[in-house]
């Protein structure tokens, strides 16, 4: 990922000060995650429910 | 024999029949701790006069639990009335606990008693690392190697006869490691089993409160007091009978183990299938899968809790931490999502192996100990591991020693149950104990 595409992306995410100084951290963050996206598997039925699913609690 | 050197149980035992009492019990493990800490940094916080005046108050009554007069040590993200939970971080040195963690409040009214506050990996999650107000603990095996983490002082401790037993946490595997690469016992009990409250979460939905032990039954006592119930009725069940599933692919094709790790397991196997164990092969999702499952669904919830500190504070961070938690700023909410989505296709999947054995038998770590000042080596062998996957479906899941690599340093095995099934789990692994012959091998810190 570019520079400015992650700049964009920190000063987005509210991150000024972690860019301003630690923009090498901000960098790998941004290749790690990309990484993990790369193998996480998408779920094979579109319409399944994500867990845990949200529960109202009886007499709530 | 040196009273710090007994097991949890046998140390309970001449408590009960009054040939040790707690007061003496405390006094040599505080030795201990003088003698070997100044090498290992296993404590952060000793509590001595706090736990010598427990124990004095214990040696005058009769026990009421087996853990009457125990000393345990707490990994600092565990809270303790009156002192401060610092999580490792600068970002907390000033915290101090309102109340105990609802853990402590049932070990404490158990008889146990806290000389100690443990190291831990940052918040449970960045280290080992130079840079923080705390230097990380080190592996009694071998110093210049790392403990494993995060719960990285509880090992140490647990390992090096400071204390015969510690807490930790496990939220991708920080109990189980510094088992494994500590020679010991590392429990992660059923999601929920052990109550969190009083814990500074990592990650809501994949945190668990475990012991650290040197023996499956000083495990079986603690998680007897934690979670509440007899673990111990079954221990001398032994193997025989018990159908177990080899996860052969997490350590052969996903992470390609150490060859003397790969080995261990087979031999491992092996011994279970003399004991009377029926082994067969299971195959489960990839790790790899697990692993980026846990680590967004991580993200997620450790982004929430660390948000404020990673926009205002990110210097107060050790380096190795703030890498590691500002992924959690960036994940996208349909990934996260869809983490959860599949999260339950691997419930399911795990579940359904459970129809056709009674035990899971994978590899914990893939390698041994790396030194602990090799930060690419560190980078590289953490993730190198086969506990997330039951952090990720909630299933309870041991750590226990397997033998020693050539290079001195522990290896082992992980055994995993139904959910809710941990006196089968215990049954089993005491079963492995008593076959193995690494119980009671010590390091020399």
Not at chain 2, 7 to 13: N, V
Not at chain 2, 305 to 310: A, G, P
Not at chain 2, 384 to 395: D, E, K, L, M
Not at chain 2, 414 to 421: G, I, K, R, S, W
């Amino acid at each position: 990922m570019d520079e400015k595409t992650a700049e964009t992306l920190a000063i987005a995410a509210g991150l000024q000060k972690a860019w301003a100084h630690h923009r090498a951290d901000v960098l790998d963050a941004l290749a790690t995650l990309a990484a993990h996206k790369a193998n996480l598997p998408r779920a094979a039925n579109p319409a399944v429910e994500p867990v845990p699913p949200y529960r109202l609690e009886r007499g709530a | 024999m040196s009273a710090h050197t007994l097991s949890l149980a046998e140390a309970s035992r001449r408590i009960a029949a009054k040939t040790l009492s707690p007061s003496e019990l405390l006094a040599d493990c505080l030795a201990r701790i003088a003698e070997v800490e100044p090498r290992l940094n296993a404590c952060i916080r000793l509590m001595a006069e706090d736990a010598k005046a427990a124990a004095r108050k214990l040696d005058d009554e009769a026990p009421r639990t087996p853990l009457h007069g125990i000393p345990i040590g707490v990994k600092d993200i565990i809270d303790v009335a009156g002192l401060p939970t610092t999580c490792h971080s600068a970002q907390r040195l000033d915290h101090v606990a309102a109340a105990d963690a609802a853990v402590i409040t049932r070990l404490r009214a158990a008889g146990a008693v806290f000389p100690a506050k443990l190291a831990t990996h940052e918040f449970a999650i960045g280290g080992p690392a130079f840079d923080l107000p705390f230097p990380p603990a080190r592996n009694p095996w071998n110093r210049d190697h790392h403990p494993g983490g995060s719960s990285s002082g509880s090992g140490a401790a647990v390992a090096a006869r400071m204390l015969p037993a510690a807490l930790g946490t496990d939220t991708g595997g920080s109990v189980r490691h510094p088992a494994s690469h500590c020679g010991l016992v590392g429990l992660k009990a059923t999601y929920g089993l052990v109550p969190r409250e009083g814990v500074f979460p990592l990650a809501f939905s994949l945190d668990h409160v475990g012991p650290l032990t040197r023996t499956v039954e000083d495990c079986a006592l603690m998680l007897g007091i934690m979670a509440g119930g007899d673990y111990t009725q079954n221990l001398a069940g032994g193997l025989k009978g018990l159908r177990i599933g080899y996860v052969r692919h997490f350590h052969e094709t996903d992470q390609p183990a150490d060859p003397e790790m790969a080995a261990a397991l087979d031999e491992a196997a092996r011994l279970m299938a003399a004991e009377g164990a029926i082994l067969s092969d299971i195959t489960l999702p990839r790790l790899q899968e697990f692993g980026a499952v846990n680590r967004t669904i991580l993200y997620a919830e450790a982004g929430a809790i660390h948000e404020h500190w990673l926009k205002n504070s990110p210097e107060k961070y050790a380096g190795v931490t703030r890498r590691r938690l500002l992924p959690s700023q960036f994940v996208s909410a349909t990934d996260h999502v869809q983490a959860q989505r599949r999260r339950g296709e691997m419930v399911t999947a795990v579940l359904e192996a459970f129809s056709r054995v009674d035990l899971l038998l994978t590899a914990s770590s893939m390698d041994p100990a790396c030194r602990i000042d090799d930060t690419q080596m560190v980078e590289r062998t953490y993730p190198r591991q086969a506990r997330t996957p039951f952090n990720v479906t909630g299933h309870p899941a041991l750590t226990i020693m397997s033998g020693l690599h050539s290079t001195g340093l522990p290896l082992s095995l992980q055994l995993v149950a139904p959910a809710f099934e941990e006196a089968r789990l215990l049954q089993a692994a005491a079963g492995y104990e008593r076959a193995a012959p690494w119980k009671g091998m010590a390091p020399n810190p």
